[in-house]
């Protein structure tokens, strides 16, 4: 995949589901789309995923609870509309920035003599580290965010098939934004592939992802500052 996007907006009434995307991995307290499995295609397995090995923002997205978990609709009542706001999904490193400052460190401590017997085996695991960002791409959406995102339009419609049920009997919208970072692109159209593939009827309402207007784009961006860049 090609990325470098952020971000998925997603709602969907008797007329319609919207998908926004933007910025890192999925929101799951701001998604009323279930949880994430792992070993399905739509997340509905007896125990939610677990994650292991992550740290701070570099977690991957890990659900709370099953889709038969959820409380049911009062009776009487069905739904007419759904919304969720997420992030892109699972990513490379945004830039070629801390691992580098880092390993200029290190490259440092080196030419020192000053690194200790697990100190000599970082710098070979960062580089390590560099090579597979450089080779997916600095920014890129990885496999898993493409699974995770796919994941989520699955369980979608899992979790409200009689929505869905009306949105193909009435040709409602499915409207996808995101704030046109390619990674949030690319996730928006792995939320969709992934939605349709699960409830094929509504596959001719899911309108193609499309970018904010010029006055909500900056919104959905965080502010970045430029990182000192390597002495040759």
């Known amino acids: 995949m090609r990325s470098s996007r952020f971000g998925l907006l997603a709602a969907a009434g008797a007329l319609g589901l919207v998908l926004v995307t933007c910025g890192a ?42 889709v ?8 009487g009542y069905s739904p007419v509309y759904t919304e969720s706001v997420a992030r892109q999904g699972s990513r490379a490193l945004s830039s070629l920035k801390y691992d580098d400052l880092s390993l200029q460190l290190w490259e440092i401590a080196e030419a020192e003599n000053a ?30 965010g493409v699974t995770e995102h796919r994941q989520l339009g699955a369980r979608v419609t899992e979790r409200l098939p009689q929505l869905f049920d009306a949105i193909a009997a009435q040709q409602g919208a499915i409207t996808l934004t995101s704030s046109g970072v390619d990674r949030a692109v690319d996730s928006a159209e792995n939320f969709a592939q992934g939605l349709t593939g699960a409830f094929p009827a509504v596959a001719g309402d899911v309108a193609p992802a499309t970018p904010p207007s010029r006055e909500r784009t900056s919104g959905l961006h965080t502010q970045k500052r430029s990182s000192p860049s390597r002495r040759s």
């Open 25 to 66: 991995q999925s929101i799951a307290t701001a998604s009323p789309l279930g949880s994430l499995d792992a070993g399905s295609s739509s997340g509905s397995a007896e125990t939610p995923a677990s994650t292991d090995g992550g740290f701070t923002s570099k977690t991957p997205y890990s659900p709370g609870q099953r």
């Open 68 to 75: 038969a978990d959820y409380q049911a609709p009062p009776t």
């Open 115 to 144: 690194l200790t017997p697990v100190g000599k085996e970082f710098g070979p695991a960062l580089r390590d580290l560099m090579a597979a960002n450089k080779k997916l791409g600095y920014g890129n959406l990885s496999g898993l």
